[in-house]
């Protein structure tokens, strides 16, 4: 199934009773920007805010680690959300943070998920309509979660990768800083990576207009890597976040999905018992 809708798409669907937009847009530290304040300014017609902060675990001092089925499942259904929901995310950089509401539905057994290629900006610039505000409260959706427990790596996978060598491990920041050339965003974690890993960052899949490059030049992109689909992928990031793009664009190419590192560099670099590189 192909991951990605176009705006045109979005457009001739998006008053389709089954049909849920969310504007899952994120913003670092430095970009000292409110994520939800942007959508309240300026957002797709009936789009409703996907706060990846909320929608995590609570319990835990890392940034928006995945929740628990039951607390994804009671979160995404109060904002509308059935097992036959069509969910659309976008976000308002162009496709920066979106792929990783879309990766937490899948993540979750709900395949009826996708990213619009080139987000808000893509679809300001075509001159379509955009409201402010907060919408109506949603009609509460009933979702009932199937978590896929081999999309997912923690800490300890990752070291024992370092033993194995099983899994490619693909790192979407820049690099600079995974060659530690440029301080990290956030404070006290220093810049690196995971040893063994292989930098691709996600900006490089992207066209100007923030639309994913053509499967052809992905394709080419991820072999030049080493990814063809004959090892698994674990995709990483600062946060969890980007990385989910280099997901994407796997599924988008017809590559295996492979899994994701949730911590990623953050947990990594602020464990004392695990090996960096620069």
Request: net charge negative.
């Amino acid at each position: 199934m192909n991951p990605v809708v176009t705006t045109a798409w979005l457009a001739d669907n998006l008053s389709a009773p089954d049909l849920i937009v969310f504007d899952a847009s994120w913003y670092l530290p430095y970009e000292a920007k409110d994520a939800r304040a942007e959508y309240r300014r300026a957002h797709i017609p009936s789009a409703r805010f996907f706060d990846i902060d909320e929608i995590a675990d609570p319990e835990t001092d890392l940034p928006h680690m995945v929740p628990s089925a039951g607390r994804f499942a009671k979160l995404v259904a109060a904002l509308g959300v059935s097992n036959t929901t069509r969910v659309v995310f976008y976000d308002q950089k162009g496709l920066s943070t979106a792929a990783r509401g879309w990766w937490l539905m899948g993540l979750f057994g709900h395949d009826r998920a996708f990213v619009l290629d080139g987000g808000l900006p893509k679809w300001v610039a075509e001159g379509r309509p955009v409201e402010e505000g907060e919408p109506p409260p949603a009609t509460p959706g009933c979702f009932i979660p199937n978590f896929r427990a081999t999309r997912l790596r923690g800490l300890g996978d990752l070291l024992q990768n370092l033993e194995t060598g099983a899994e490619i491990v693909l790192d979407a920041r820049s690099s600079a800083r995974f060659r530690a050339e440029a301080p990290e965003p956030r404070p006290g974690i220093p810049s690196g990576h995971i040893p063994g890993s292989r930098n691709l960052p996600y900006q490089e899949l992207l066209q100007p207009d923030g639309t994913l490059l053509p499967r052809a030049a992905l394709l080419a992109r991820f072999r030049e890597l080493g990814i063809d689909g004959s090892r698994p992928v674990v995709t990483s990031c600062g946060s969890g976040v980007s990385a989910a793009v280099l997901t994407l664009a796997m599924v988008y190419t017809g590559l295996p999905p492979g899994a994701l590192y949730d911590g990623s560099w953050t947990e990594w670099a602020t464990c004392p018992d695990t090996p960096k590189e620069c």
